[in-house]
């Protein structure tokens, strides 16, 4: 919330229009870092938007029982060169926080 907090310093007309967002995790991070805002810090100067382009959503444990049988990607990409499960696993104990519970 840095942004907010230094609009003015940063030559940044936020009664424009505020938006947070990101892709992949950073999509992830921005719903959380939307929600803590509006809701915790009091949303002013107010967000306008949230851009969230292919977040995780889900995982094995809150992926619905009906779609169970077709989220297969971890299992089937599970040695993957660039992201295996086990960097999966990695990145996901450290970025969990009470955010995402």
């Known amino acids: 919330m840095q ?15 505020f ?5 992949s995790a950073g999509a ?4 959380a870092a939307a929600h803590v805002y509006v809701y915790e810090m009091g949303n002013s100067p107010p967000l306008t938007g949230v851009y969230a382009a292919i977040p995780p959503g889900v995982d094995e444990d809150t992926v619905p029982e009906k779609y169970k049988g077709y ?3 971890m299992e089937q990409n599970a040695d993957a060169p ?6 999966v696993d990695f990145i996901w104990g450290k970025a969990l926080s009470p955010l995402f519970a």
Do not use: C, H, P, R
């Open 3 to 17: 942004v907010s907090e230094n609009a003015e310093k940063l030559t940044i007309k936020v009664d424009k229009g």
């Open 19 to 23: 938006i947070v967002g990101g892709e």
């Open 82 to 87: 660039m992201l295996s499960a086990e960097s």
């Open 28 to 31: 992830e991070l921005s719903l």
């Open 71 to 73: 989220y297969m990607s």
